[in-house]
């Protein structure tokens, strides 16, 4: 059985930054691409930013430049650093990996942003 546990979401003022986290665990094989997505209020949840397992990275056009995704084979973890974080990235995020061929998400972690 596989886990994807989300954190380091809070609540920040604008222009401050946070650091979250995504770490796997169970009987891990194989860990594959993963991604991050956030739910707005009121809004869909929509892709931010994803990571190949060899470390390539993609980003949705509203947060290149201010979040940064990486990840630690050893720790089977991935992150999402956020800097310069304005109001309209409040929302639920969420991280989605590719593990041993299926796809998981994690719980979500809020991140409230105040002007």
């Known amino acids: 059985q596989v886990q994807l546990v989300e954190s380091g979401g809070g609540l920040v003022q604008a222009g401050g930054s946070l650091r979250l986290s995504c770490t796997a665990s169970?009987?891990?094989?194989?860990?594959?691409?993963a991604d991050w997505y956030r739910q707005c209020p009121g809004k869909q949840r929509e892709w931010v930013s994803g990571?190949?397992?060899?470390?390539?990275?993609t980003y949705t056009a509203s947060i290149k430049g201010r979040f940064t995704v990486s990840r630690d084979n050893a720790k089977n973890t991935v992150y999402l650093q956020m800097n310069n974080l304005k109001p309209e990235d409040t929302a639920v995020y969420y991280c989605?990996?590719?593990?041993?061929?299926?796809?998981?998400w994690g719980q979500g972690t809020q991140v409230t942003v105040s002007s």
């Open positions: 989605r990996a590719n593990i041993n061929l299926q796809t998981y």
């Open positions: 169970g009987s891990i094989f194989r860990f594959s691409g």
């Open positions: 990571i190949t397992s060899g470390g390539r990275t």
